[in-house]
């Protein structure tokens, strides 16, 4: 669960892209023809000077709009893709892609030309399977779903695009229930750096569709719609349970051993958190009804205690996704207009349970001034039964992520933080919390699946037109 959401509730962001084009066999690209791009498209090229340029630039975290990119395409279609690639390949243009604009690290925009997604945005559905723009934002996805009765495993922030969220696994709050978001990818149309349109599946281009489920957006094309089997979609009950911070440790004991073993139906999240005074809180989601989750808590709340606060309810399945991402008093339309927020943020992925020190280590950072918090969010179910090399996503051991959230843009916390608790949890990370100060990012994102990526990375790339910071 995001920490953005948990904020809106009282209560995996995607990764874009930065590409940076190898030029023309060594030979200087002539300038960017701005112009002729712009006649090339049907979508809308937006350059600086135009209306409209300073709302086209910004991403969701404020923290980036000092970047002012050389031009902004919307794109209408997967031509307008391509048109873009050819144009950043001749004219030796850096290019970026964009889906939700949410990468923790800025990488969704650039100063070259940042292609955007958001127009493909379409929601189809037809005999058991959805087939979704890349740039169609979560709470569009869950809305025209719903009207058929179905849905996809995904994320919680409402404004979040499919295409970030997909390609780097994936975890949301049904996860456990339905796996994540990749695990139900069924196919995927992919523009490649040769200006290709590509299906691909578990038999045409294999290798990468493997690469599109948890290899990270932006490595190896630009993705330009899903389709995904749909599973129908039930009421759940949403709960929330606070406690004071005197049994932050007692909790964090406590839910590690339950969350992740707890039935897949239901997964939690344990938020502690400093943002206005220190709060205890664990919140999640039952497809089932309150009496049986009643019956699931009972345990837990033994361990820890009487929470001071308590409340759960079951409500259509529609209505539990706006409130997990904290939209649940706002129309549709107003879910799509959640506020900009600036924010900092560093992972890991747990592989075991804290012990008694570790505990304290956790606890005593959260309690260190500033307004911050860390949310531990319940992995296994599903998403341990498929095997850490069947998708590119390898976290499949792992018993919940770990996610340290800063507001404003100040790291320090983060890296204290994250430093003090590495030799507890690893170096294992989630690519969709990119982290710009990782130095063994491919072991932390992609553990032995990082080879093969490479392999993938050669066949669809070899002159690595694609490129970030943290690039395969």
Known sequence: MDRRDFLHVAALAPLAATARPTGTSGLSAPPPNWARLRRQLKGTLVLPG???????????????????????????????VSACLTFARTSDVPVTTRSGGHSYAGWSTGTGLVIDVSRMSSVAYAGG??????????????????????????????????????????????????????????????????????????????????????????NFGVAV????????????????????????????????????????????????GRSGGLDVAIVGTYVGGKPALDRLLAPLVAKIGQPSSRSARTVPYLDGMKIMGGCAAMSIAECRRMPREAFAAKSHMAYRKLPANGVRALVDGVGRGGRHSVLLDAMGGAIGRVGPA?????????????????EGTDRRWLRGLHSDMSPFFGDHAYVNYIDPDLSNWRNAYYGPNAARLAEVKSTYDPGRLFRLPQGI
């Open 225 to 272: 719609s899903f389709t995904f089997r749909t599973f129908a979609a039930r009421d759940v009950t949403v709960f929330f349970l606070h406690w004071p911070w005197a049994k932050a440790g007692a909790a964090v004991k406590a839910w590690q051993s339950w969350g992740p073993s707890a039935p897949d139906e239901l997964w939690s999240s344990l938020h502690l």
């Open 390 to 406: 069947d998708t590119a996503f390898p976290h499949r051991a792992a018993l919940f992520s770990v996610q340290y959230y800063a």
């Open 50 to 80: 135009d209306a409209g340029y300073d709302t086209a630039r910004r991403l969701y975290n404020p923290a980036y709009d000092r970047i002012r990119p050389g031009g902004v395409a919307y794109c209408a279609n997967a031509a307008d």
């Open 129 to 218: 399977r959805a087939t979704i723009g890349a740039g169609a934002k979560l709470i569009d996805v869950y809305d025209r779903l719903a009207r058929h009765g179905v849905s996809i495993p995904a994320g919680s922030c409402p404004t979040v695009g499919v295409g970030g969220l997909t390609l780097g696994g994936g975890i949301g709050v049904v996860s456990r229930k339905y796996g994540l978001t990749c695990d139900n990818l069924q196919s995927v149309r992919v523009v490649t750096a040769d200006g290709r349109t590509l299906d691909c599946d578990a038999t045409r281009n294999a290798g990468l569709y493997w690469a599109c489920r948890g290899g990270g957006g932006g």
